[in-house]
């Protein structure tokens, strides 16, 4: 069983902050480092070593309705990932698996 840190913990997210009108600018978008929620039952932490920018992306920027939801505006993008299980309790998925 792993043990909690007892320091506050952050993340780094990319949070969408205007609907971008043609090419996405920087402003469109924000680098926001938020607080770790605490990691609950049944669930593992991931370190993101790698995040997949790709084109669908555009069009949820934008809010168009496709086979994709759109981002929501002052929330966190999402994106395909590969990490590292930081935190576990699950040996099926133990500390330093990459997911």
Same mark, same amino acid.
């Given at each position: 069983?792993?043990?909690?840190?007892?320091?506050?913990?952050?993340?780094?997210?990319?949070?969408?902050? $205007?609907?971008?009108?043609?090419?996405?600018? %920087?402003?469109?978008?924000?680098?926001?480092?938020?607080?770790? $929620?605490?990691?609950?039952?049944?669930?593992?932490?991931?370190?993101?070593?790698?995040?997949?920018?790709?084109?669908?992306?555009?069009?949820?920027?934008?809010?168009?309705?496709?086979?994709?939801?759109?981002?929501?505006?002052?929330? %966190?993008?999402?994106? %395909?990932?590969?990490?590292?299980?930081?935190?576990?309790?699950?040996? $099926?998925?133990?500390?330093?698996?990459?997911?």
């Amino acid at each position: 069983m792993s043990t909690h840190p007892t320091t506050t913990a952050t993340r780094l997210e990319w949070v969408l902050r $205007a609907r971008p009108s043609g090419r996405p600018r %920087p402003s469109d978008v924000e680098l926001v480092d938020s607080p770790l $929620a605490e990691r609950g039952p049944d669930r593992v932490r991931v370190r993101n070593l790698v995040m997949s920018v790709e084109p669908y992306m555009r069009g949820r920027m934008g809010g168009e309705a496709t086979y994709a939801e759109p981002y929501a505006l002052g929330e %966190p993008m999402l994106a %395909p990932t590969v990490g590292i299980v930081t935190e576990s309790d699950d040996p $099926a998925l133990p500390v330093g698996a990459h997911v």
